[in-house]
């Protein structure tokens, strides 16, 4: 099962800054959160994972809380094609990759 | 282009035939996975090879044989289906096995 809660779907206002909660109260010191997501029709796609520390790559930003029990991540500057289903997942070492249902994020003009 | 391409894209297969699924990755790869994301339910982990070799068969029936020959090459043999096992099957490889995934953009198989 996956360990994490997600809002089922969220709005966004292009070119504002998308915010994507994950809750993973039960994660462990060792596993690291991952973010996937899906545009209609196509596989998923690697954004960004991290452990402790923030991280930032060419695509969002990842904000992981102190006590590791909940992450955002940001899409600083949403577009019409960041429309997509985001997955959080957390997964240590060679662990399974269990996806969940995902947060709809819909990006509208 | 993700640098995994699965054919065929789409597929119609009645329950009495039997079809394979091909996944080819230019990554230079060594850990491919088959995914299956049935409407409305999460994607659902089928197998895992390494380095060639099967590590994870998350109990698929028999009816879906899954063939890695090279690092490169996964395929998915498929016969006597059934109409609940229509989805989007889905192809991954990592460079090993705990790095971050990357995904074809799938068969969609329907069984009639």
């Known amino acids: 099962d996956a360990k994490t809660t997600q809002p089922p779907s969220m709005d966004c206002a292009e070119g504002r800054a998308a915010n994507l909660p994950c809750n993973h109260s039960t994660i462990s010191g060792n596993e690291y959160v991952y973010w996937y997501r899906q545009i209609h029709s196509q596989g998923p796609q690697y954004i960004i994972h991290g452990l402790k520390n923030n991280e930032t790559n060419e695509m969002a930003s990842l904000i992981i809380t102190e006590d590791r029990k909940s992450s955002t991540l940001i899409l600083p500057h949403a577009t019409l094609r960041d429309t997509a289903v985001y997955y959080c997942i957390v997964r240590v070492g060679t662990d399974k990759l269990i996806f969940g249902t995902g947060t709809r994020l819909q990006v509208f003009p | 282009e993700t640098g995994v391409t699965q054919t065929p894209r789409h597929l119609v297969m009645g329950m009495t035939n039997k079809k394979s699924l091909k996944c080819e990755q230019h990554l230079g790869h060594n850990a491919m996975y088959w995914y299956k994301q049935s409407a409305k339910k999460p994607l659902e982990l089928m197998f895992v090879?390494?380095?060639?070799?099967?590590?994870e068969n998350n109990s698929v029936p028999s009816r879906f044989s899954p063939e890695c020959p090279n690092s490169s090459h996964l395929f998915l043999h498929l016969h006597t289906l059934q109409p609940e096992d229509s989805a989007l099957y889905l192809c991954?490889?990592?460079?090993?096995?705990?790095?971050?995934?990357?995904f074809g953009n799938g068969t969609r198989l329907t069984v009639t």
């Open positions: 991954a490889s990592s460079p090993v096995h705990d790095s971050p995934l990357h």
């Open positions: 090879y390494n380095f060639k070799e099967q590590t």
